[in-house]
């Protein structure tokens, strides 16, 4: 197991030692006629010498509580006290001797790389003396030594959280506070944006403070402070809480002909069910009582000739959707079911993407070379790689937005060379970004886009009723998309993409930054519009997430990889010290393997 995936724990000497404490801090923010209660009489204690994570879903408050303890913001009651100071009283001081790295790394895009640090080091009061040899070490630290003229705004986004890091590193801080820092980048610049930061906690005695959306990197933290709706939840270690699911987590194997989403839809209908997930070839089933495999089996009517159940050891991610389903019913929310989609007519087993020889050029840059994969109708196919790989260029002629520079492109039955427009009448695109216009409200952007697929009169107005009842947006119809919460912004997106009902439905990142909730929500109406015959085509960066796909093409510098399900492709890396390969360990190992032949090669 490598250093970045293993949890580290709280170095000797430190454990009684506070540096930043949150006391009945509560904050409220007015968004029209809406009071949002960001916080909630919360309270804790980060210790000096670990990482601690903040770890909730989408609008839990994690980045409101971050900028109150940068004195940012100013709580409405209760205090936060950082190295010692009141982050109100004594915010500049506070500003002036934490490092923080905001969401989306908080750089100038139109300086360069050199030009960010050295406005970082001025905000720090950074010696001029003491540069060089700062800069030095950091630049080797984080690769970029070789694109300090280069523009930020030119750089990956795996290079970006890198300059972030580095900026916030500048001045080395006793505290370092960092935002959701691997939002939206690729598993190999996760993994090193943690070695950089356990490198200072080992180094330095840095503390840091983090928040991820990514609940695996939650077990790398050796403490967690979970959050809901702007209230405290509960802190311990990573495995404290999920030791408490033992005999609760079960994986399911197929044996035969079973139809996994059949049965993903039938355990999910079931009171004691708390999570059911698709994980390439098997399902992991949370359950709400203690059970052994046989119980579980009898339980929810299991099929044991067509599915074989055993259990298995519980993690974080288990322990944490349990605590959130828990605050849910304690609340009195309801579970969301997933969407109804109209059944896509299969015609002779056609294929519903066919890519052939596909080639593109931007100049003299290859940024697709030779690609080749099908993709059967009904079926999720994932599209893998890191920053740079090639995969939105690829989608962006998929969908008829590029041009291919050669090679061949069918969609839904035609040629996107020659008959674009009859195929993108059978698409559907959900972009990275969600293009939704944040000045529309909610109803106006649905009038929008599903006149933009040519919807008219009575069709037009049954399926906006149908999205805002599906989606669950009814009651917020009236709001601007700008001031809703990432997950309600991603519900509309995807509403939005599905207005026409297409038969292939393109995602690019859909869940980027998206809570594990939001994230389960959104793969149960993706299944469901999979098990009506939709093809879907994604790309993502969470690997747990390409074990959804049904198959999956794996890229790296515009050419592909490997290929196959995430079984097939997992298997190729098992080992007797690994012997259930995660789909990240295999992407890890497959681009290292590239990049080590690329420098044997250059």
């Given at each position: ?6 949890r ?40 000096a ?46 500003q002036?001797?934490i ?16 030009e960010?640090?050295?406005?970082y ?29 280069r523009?930020?705004?030119r ?7 890198k300059l ?100 993903l ?19 992991r ?68 993407i ?63 060379r ?13 972009a ?22 040519e ?27 700008d ?8 519900r ?10 297409p ?74 010290d ?9 992407f ?9 032949q ?5």
């Amino acid at each position: 197991m490598s250093a970045a995936n293993e949890r580290h724990p709280v170095p000797p000497g430190n454990e009684d030692d506070t540096i930043l404490s949150v006391t009945n801090v509560s904050k409220r923010f007015q968004v029209g006629k809406r009071t949002i209660h960001a916080l909630s009489e919360v309270s804790f204690q980060a210790k000096a010498g670990i990482v601690t994570g903040l770890i909730g879903p989408d609008g839990a408050g994690k980045t409101t509580l971050m900028r109150l303890a940068c004195g940012l913001l100013v709580p409405d009651s209760g205090s936060i006290t950082v190295l010692g100071m009141n982050a109100t009283k004594d915010a500049l001081k506070v500003q002036q001797s934490i490092g923080y790295m905001p969401q989306r790394f908080g750089l100038y895009e139109d300086l360069t790389v050199q030009e960010n640090l050295d406005l970082y080091a001025d905000l720090h009061k950074v010696a001029v003396k003491d540069r060089p040899a700062r800069y030095e070490k950091l630049l080797h630290m984080t690769g970029l030594a070789p694109f300090t003229g280069r523009l930020a705004g030119r750089l990956s986004g795996g290079m970006k959280q890198k300059l972030g890091i580095a900026c916030a590193l500048v001045s080395p801080p006793p505290l370092l506070i960092l935002d959701e820092p691997t939002v939206g980048v690729d598993p190999v610049s996760r993994r090193e944006l943690w070695e950089i930061v356990y490198s200072q906690v080992k180094e330095m005695n840095m503390s840091v403070l983090l928040s991820t959306a990514y609940l695996d990197e939650a077990e790398q933290c050796s403490e967690v402070v979970l959050m809901h709706e702007g209230r405290f939840l509960g802190q311990d270690a990573p495995e404290a809480f999920s030791s408490k699911l033992v005999a609760r987590t079960f994986v399911i194997h197929g044996r035969g002909d079973g139809n996994k989403r059949e049965l993903l839809r039938k355990l999910s209908d079931h009171p004691q069910a708390v999570d059911v997930i698709i994980l390439g070839d098997t399902l992991r089933l949370v359950t709400r009582t203690s059970m052994n495999g046989q119980q579980a089996a009898d339980t929810f009517a299991i099929d044991q000739k067509l599915w074989k159940i055993d259990a298995s050891k519980p993690r974080f991610e288990d322990a944490f959707i349990d605590k959130l389903q828990q605050h849910r019913e304690q609340t009195g929310a309801t579970k969301r079911g997933a969407i109804t989609a109209a059944t896509v007519k299969k015609k002779n087993d056609e294929a519903a993407i066919v890519v052939k020889d596909l080639r593109r050029e931007f100049g003299s840059f290859v940024a697709v070379k030779d690609l080749s994969f099908t993709v059967g109708r009904g079926e999720i196919f994932g599209l893998l790689g890191a920053n740079g790989a090639g995969k939105t260029t690829t989608f962006r002629m998929l969908c008829g937005l590029l041009p291919a520079t050669s090679g061949t492109l069918q969609v839904a039955g035609h040629n996107l060379r020659i008959a674009r427009a009859p195929a993108r009448a059978k698409i559907g695109y959900m972009a990275q970004k969600f293009s939704l216009y944040g000045d529309l409200t909610v109803r106006q952007n649905l009038n929008f886009f599903s006149a933009a697929y040519e919807l008219r009169g009575k069709r037009q107005k049954e399926r906006i009723q149908w999205a805002l009842n599906s989606f669950e947006l009814a009651e917020i119809q009236d709001n601007d998309s700008d001031d809703l919460p990432l997950g309600y912004k991603q519900r509309l997106a995807l509403a939005a993409a599905l207005m026409h009902e297409p038969e292939i439905l393109f995602l690019d990142e859909p869940t980027s930054g998206i809570d594990p909730l939001a994230r389960r929500e959104f793969w149960s109406h993706i299944n469901a519009l999979a098990s009506a015959g939709v093809t879907v085509m994604v790309t993502t960066h969470f690997m747990e997430e390409a074990s959804y796909c049904d198959n999956l093409v794996i890229m790296a510098r515009g050419q592909v990889l490997a290929a196959g399900s995430p079984s097939e492709l997992t298997a190729r890396y098992r080992s007797p010290d690994n012997p259930e390969p995660s789909m990240e360990d295999t992407f890890i190992h497959l681009i290292e393997e590239f990049e080590q032949q690329q420098g044997k090669n250059s």
